[in-house]
C-alpha cells in the first residue's frame, strides 16, 4: 500500500490534504476507493472521472433506441437539462448517485421551475439506462415529488377574445395568420403545428401525430383555416411536395418551434394583442367547440386531451356565458 503524504486530521476528526499550505478537505471515509480517487485528485490536480460517470451515461444514453425515437422537441428539452448535469456533474459516479443529490439539483433550480422540475424526470430515463447497463439496481430519482410554480409567478393563459380574433385575422402578416388559423383550427399544442405537412391536407383535414401524447388525429378544418391553407399552398405557385412542412422559414426551412413564436410575438406586438399567448389559442379553440354546443367527449376527440380538466376549465367558462347571455335574452 503506498503511504499518503501530506495528510493532516483535524481534532474533531476531518482529513485534509496540505497543498502548498493550503488545506483541501476529503469527504469520503478513510480506507474507501472514493477516499483514495480524491485524494490523489487533490495531489495531481486533476480529476479522475469514473468510467461510471453521468457523463459517460448521457454518452451512452444518446446512442441507445431511447434517444433516437424521441421527437424533436423532447430532445431540444432533455438536451438542456442533459448539458446542465455534464457541466454540473459529470465526473460524479453514478453508483454514488443518490435521491438527495437529484433532489437538490432540482431546488437549485427552484427559480425556474419548469427546467427544475425535468432534472428529476430526465434523471429517471437517465438512471433507467443505467440499471439497463448494470451499473445500478435501483432508480434514485424515481419518485421525486414536482416543484409547483409560486403563485406570484404563475400565469393564466388568457383566452383570446372576439375583438382580438377579429383585429388579428383583418391586420396580420400572412405567415402569422397561417399559424393563428393552424393553432385555433386544429386545437393542438404550439409544438405540434411546426410538424404539420403538406401531405397531411387532403383539402378537408389535417392528420397528425401528437409529439406530447402519441395520440393520432384527424382534424377537419375550420373554413378560417382551409381559406389560409388555400392561400399558403397557392403563394408557392405549385403544389408543395408533401414531405414539405406547411409552416417553413422564409429561406424555406422547416420552421422550429422557436422561430415560430419569435414571428407571432412580434405580430402579437405590432396589433397590440400581447396579453394573448400561443397556447390561448388551444383554449380559443376548446371555447369555439363548446359554443358549438359540443360535449367534453367530442372536443377531447379533436383535441386530444386525454384527461378532461383543462377542457372542462375552458369549455365551462364558454358554456357559461353562453348561457349567460341565452339568460340575458329571455331577461330583456
Known sequence: MVKKKYLWQHPSGRIYVRIKGKLHRISAPEGTAEFDREYWEIRTGKKMEAKTSISALIEDYRKSDRWVG?????????????????EKAGGKDVKRLTRQDIIAAQKANSHRTRFANYIPQMMTILCEHAIDLGWLKDNPAKGVRRLSVPKERQQEHVPWPDWAVERFRAEAEPLARLIFEIGIGTVQRPGDWPDFEWGDYDGENLRLRQNKMDVPLVLPCTRHLKSALESAREAHGVVPIASRTILTKHEGGKMCYHYMARIMRNERKRLEVTEFDLHALRYRGVMELAWAGCTDDEIASYSGHTTIAMIKKYAGEARQTMRARQAWEKRQ
Open 70 to 86: 424521441l421527437k424533436p422537441r423532447t430532445r431540444a428539452d432533455y438536451e438542456k437539462v442533459m448539458v446542465y448535469l455534464v
